[in-house]
């Protein structure tokens, strides 16, 4: 590994870049094989259920409350380099006990070996993020965030496509011909995969450039240092803002391929067919986002974000439960909408935590925001999985007093969950515009210049995509305007009435008692 140079040249800091989205393609391949619809048929094939598969989608963002005590570290370590490929190479051999146990261990001692790697790799690649997110802050200039991270990002997702289409076919080929001893063997052959993506990944990122820290992080006491971030009144509010948004989207999102796959009955390869065309959105999307974000800032993006995903949500209340072409067409869109906010907010939470965080205090900064991360989106998946086994055989049903009653809609466990994080994530848009970002553009300007890119460079099938998918963005974004303007006036109508009430009642009480009759 090269030693780190305190002067990268220009022609080093663009080799690097690219061999930043080279070592991330491999690790995004990693992780896909290790979550989404690939981890909910490994645990529900091992007979496990929402609430174990909750857990092991949590693992890894629990594992971000090693961020704090992963500070000190940081500041007495600041080859973050080789913090980086250190641990993250722990992590990603950990699978490969995933793999051991399902070949060689008996049934009743697999779930605990599982678990154990499971925590291992989340633990491990924690401690990698800490120092890769600080290392990438001082690499990626300032005025280029938005454009590199969203290139790198929707390449990334680009290449985890095959990954993720070949793994659903090779898991369904192999149990349709082997039953479950076979799908053992898959499972255990998938793991190992993924755990030689993730060593590709890690001998790249060993040749990338370093440089030492530009600040030295002990300039400024270690306890101080923790405590900064939350004694900054903007940096609090987007702590405040990041933690619902990600706690409402780890509650539900991760359930939408176990709704689909459980509750509808869709097939593996219907489900991962369908993810795929959220990986053909997010591509087209992040890269898009990418471009405006640098010229409008981070935070209209999220503005945008919010009523997306609440629509995305709350559409999955009209699903019918027969199978039909207009459940197929509802579900298609949806994974269109949730693909596209999370590819928003994704980039942009991140690039803002980046902007926000600049000094000797960057690595506290950034760790606090990873470990709200970690509260909001360990505790969601967990406490989501456990509501749907709580709400097990919920079916609620709504239609019209006329006659017998007619029926319209038949709203059940997972939708019901999808609904209430809808309404917080609405909620928590007035904690969003109170964050103040340099630089930011108003909404309706990010929604013509979406219009525009969406136009612009783009090859005809995927311009007429982009364009269709920002008309209903647009839609959206014009619904909730609405919708918000209705609900002031209405909460301004409610407090003139009871401000006209008690103007009245005080003066009655001006006016004193009243006097005897007949006086």
């Known amino acids: 590994m090269p030693a780190p140079d305190p002067s990268i040249t220009p022609a080093q800091l663009e080799r690097g870049l690219k061999l930043g989205v080279v070592e991330g393609a491999f690790a995004f391949a990693t992780f896909t094989l290790t979550s989404g ?26 594992a971000q409350l090693l961020q704090i005590p992963n500070v000190a570290l940081l500041r007495r370590w600041h080859d973050r380099r080789r913090m980086t490929v250190l641990f993250a190479s722990a992590g990603r051999l950990s699978l490969l006990g995933v793999t051991a146990a399902l070949l060689f261990l008996p049934s009743e001692a697999r ?93 790249i990122l060993a040749q990338m450039p370093h440089a030492p820290p530009a600040e030295d992080p002990r300039q400024v006491p270690l306890r101080r240092s923790l405590s900064l971030p939350f004694k900054d009144l903007n940096y609090r509010r ?45 591509v087209v999307f992040l890269r898009l986002w990418g471009r405006l974000s640098d010229r409008f800032g981070n935070k209209p993006i999220l503005a ?56 000797p205090d960057a690595p506290s900064f950034l760790a606090a925001v ?40 038949e709203i059940t466990r997972f939708p019901l969950l999808f609904a209430g994080a809808a309404a917080a994530i609405l909620v928590s848009a007035a904690l969003l515009s109170r964050v103040k970002e340099e630089g930011e553009a108003p909404r309706s300007a990010l929604l013509d210049a979406l219009r525009l890119e969406a136009d612009d460079g783009l090859m005809p099938g995927v311009r007429h995509f982009a364009a269709a998918t920002t008309v209903t963005v647009q839609f959206i974004v014009d619904v909730q305007e609405k919708a918000s303007s209705s609900l002031d006036s209405g909460i301004e109508a409610i407090k003139g009435a009871i401000e006209s009430v008690s103007g009245a009642e005080d003066d009655d009480d001006d006016a004193g008692p009243p006097g005897p009759r007949g006086s």
Do not use: C, H
């Open 111 to 203: 779930a605990f070996a599982v678990l154990v790697s499971f925590v291992s790799w989340s633990a491990f690649s924690a401690l990698a993020g800490g120092a890769w997110l600080w290392w990438m802050r001082d690499l990626v200039p300032a005025d280029r965030l938005g454009r590199y991270f969203g290139s790198r990002g929707s390449a990334l997702v680009a290449v985890s496509a095959p990954v993720l289409f070949g793994a659903g076919f090779f898991l369904d080929w192999v149990r349709s011909g082997g039953g479950e001893e076979a799908s053992r063997f898959a499972f255990a052959a998938l793991f190992a995969t993924a755990a030689a993506f993730g060593m590709v990944s890690s001998a």
């Open 370 to 409: 990873s470990f709200v991360r970690a509260l909001a989106t360990g505790l969601g998946p967990i406490l989501g999985g456990a509501a749907a086994v709580f709400l097990r055989g919920t079916s609620i049903q709504l239609g019209l007093p006329v006659g017998g009653g007619v029926p319209l809609l």
């Open 238 to 282: 987007m702590l405040g803002w990041l933690s619902v948004w990600w706690f409402a989207t780890t509650f539900t999102v991760p359930f939408f391929p176990v709704f689909l796959l459980v509750d509808l009955g869709m097939p593996v390869s219907f489900v991962t067919l369908l993810l795929l065309v959220g990986i053909g959105s997010t």
């Open 37 to 62: 619809a690939v981890l909910a048929a490994f645990v529900y094939s091992s007979g496990m259920g929402a609430f174990q598969y909750g857990l092991f989608t949590a693992l890894p963002f629990l």
């Open 304 to 359: 945008v974000s919010v009523p997306v995903l609440s629509a995305a949500l709350l559409l999955s209340l009209l699903l019918p439960t027969a199978p039909g072409l207009l459940r197929v067409a509802l579900i298609v869109v949806i994974q269109v909408l949730l693909a596209l906010a999370a590819a928003g907010a994704d980039l942009t939470a991140w690039n803002l935590a980046f902007k926000l965080s600049r000094g």
